[in-house]
């Protein structure tokens, strides 16, 4: 077999997936905050464009992928298939273990995958204006790259520790005209509330939707954008998992363990969820969703309805959480700290169709390491604990051939910063102490 597997043109899928109608037990409807009803879809109308709103609720198995995205998808799509061999032997495993390189992007990781949808459909209806935040900066750089590409204009709230530690991320964002501020920022009136408190804040996620929120609603023409847990951002990447099995197919492979790194959980589901129909056919497969011990949202939070941001701003989500006020420490892998969990996710955890898995930071590095060794690619942080994951399957049993599928979301060239903390030994693990996670759950919103 060649080592790489790609696909003809007429060979790549021409619709994205959307589980939600197959997920056993359903979903739970996001709630209005102000009235604790199923939110109305009117109101989400003032920062989304209808036609992710209707990606988002939608009871369609198949949505057809507008052809100006397929055209922007082909500059890097389809994102090859590749076995992990040398891993393998140096693991001296029996397992066989294929990687989905999103890392071939543009800007480096799967987020694409759902920039250039989520322009193409605001462009479309009229928008002029995108405000977004960035967690570790990859989902700014990536919306920065669509928004240039139809132009839409982008601003974007980056959290404050990532900004300081990836300076590198900035300059790609600028490249592509977007506008950037650290958050909390003091040009929004969440951002100035939350420096008033604290001037050093390191940021969160949950702080930056809250700035960018604000900014979107507050501005003409302006709407916002999510780079991961909602349905529509899963539905784009699904792309991934569509040709992931055709890919698989043409290897006569089929697989027993499909793994992927959690944040907001959009790559792993877009790798795993066009794969459920199968399960839910009776085919054995194990899903493996890898979180870090320092920000344990499947493993440890709970599955309640929580806000998406810190300032209580967004529709409750049924999810995972580890509470909207969580202030995740400040480890590397930026992308990976968030305090909740997509409700699709959730939802497959809640079936116990996925399995959760949270592992530490330095044994992540470790994995990155061995894998850029072995096959080559340096993987970004985030994506080091699909890789720890995949190697800790592979590994459980030396002996057994299974075939191990994982999603290498992105590659790390410009995240060289963490792993040099890394050589400098300057990480360490951090385990977050109980107390704190059950802290942060008091403050749940009161949904009854
Ligand atoms: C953003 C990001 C993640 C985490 O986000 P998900 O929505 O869980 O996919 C993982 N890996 C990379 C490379 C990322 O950029």
Known sequence: MTKKILLRDDEMPTSWYNVCPDIPGGLQPPLDPETMQPMAPEKLAAIFPMGLLEQEMSPDREIPIPEEVMEIYKIWRPAPLVRARKLEEALGTKARIFFKNEGVSPVGSHKPNSAVPQAFFNRREGIQRIATETGAGQWGSALSMATSMFGLKCKVYMVRVSFDQKPYRKSIMQTFGAEIVASPSPYTNYGRSVLERDPDSNGSLGIAISEALEDAVTTEHTNYALGSVLNHVI????????????????????????????????????????????????????????????????????????????????????????????????????????????????????????????????????????????????????????????????????????????????????????????????????????????ESLKNLPKTS
Do not use: W
């Open 235 to 438: 539905l784009h990447q699904t792309i991934i998992g569509l040709e992931a099995k055709k890919q698989m197919e043409l290897a006569g492979e089929y697989p027993d363990v499909i793994v992927g790194c959690c944040g907001g959980g959009s790559n792993f589901a877009g790798l795993a969820v066009p794969f459920v129909p199968d399960y839910l056919d009776g085919k054995k497969i194990r899903f493996v969703g890898v979180e870090p011990a320092s920000c344990p949202t499947m493993t440890e939070g709970k599955l309640a309805y929580d806000s998406g941001d810190t300032g209580g701003m967004t529709p409750l989500l049924h999810m995972h959480t580890l509470g909207h006020d969580f202030m995740p420490p400040g480890i590397h892998a930026g992308g990976l700290r968030y305090h909740g969990m997509a409700p699709i996710v959730s939802a497959l955890v809640r079936e116990n169709i996925v399995t959760p898995l949270n592992v530490h930071q330095m044994e992540c590095f470790e994995a990155g390491i061995l894998f850029a060794k072995t096959e080559g690619i340096i993987p970004a942080p985030e994506t080091c604990h699909a890789v720890r994951g995949a190697i800790i399957e592979a590994t459980r049993d030396l002996n057994e051939p299974k075939t191990i599928l994982f999603n290498l979301s992105g590659h790390g060239l410009i995240d060289m910063a963490a792993y040099d903390s890394y050589f400098a030994g300057e990480l360490h693990n951090y385990s977050l102490p109980r107390e704190e996670i059950a």
